[in-house]
């Protein structure tokens, strides 16, 4: 795990909002999923497209491009895209919440491939 960092308040990421925030030179995506924070690489593992406007299945984001689906808790795979090669799992990052600040720290280990 790298450092925690402050991304973002409380009051810019309520329920239902998403924000893409910068953390330690990365991209990441911050979502706020029925008052839980997730956050994740914004740039899918399959082919590197944008996921910040990914739809969303519960806890589960889908890629728009070539609609790979990744469980935002864990990275898992919930489905394979539909384009060749299979996906490397979603890198997933912890976040904390401290007073009114939202705070993530990158999943160093997150390199799968
Ligand atoms: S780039 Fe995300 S599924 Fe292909």
Known sequence: MG???????LSEIEPGKRKSVWVEGQRVLLLNIDGKLYACDESCPHRECSMAKGDLEGKV???PC?????????????????KYPP??????????????????????????A
């Open 66 to 82: 070539h609609y790979a689906k990744f469980d935002l808790e864990t990275g898992e795979i919930v489905q394979e895209p539909t």
């Open 3 to 9: 450092e925690f960092v402050k991304v973002a308040t």
């Open 87 to 112: 996906t490397p799992p979603l890198p997933v990052h912890e976040v904390k919440i401290d007073g009114w600040d939202v705070l993530v720290s990158l999943n160093l280990k997150a390199d799968y």
């Open 61 to 63: 984001i889908v890629c």
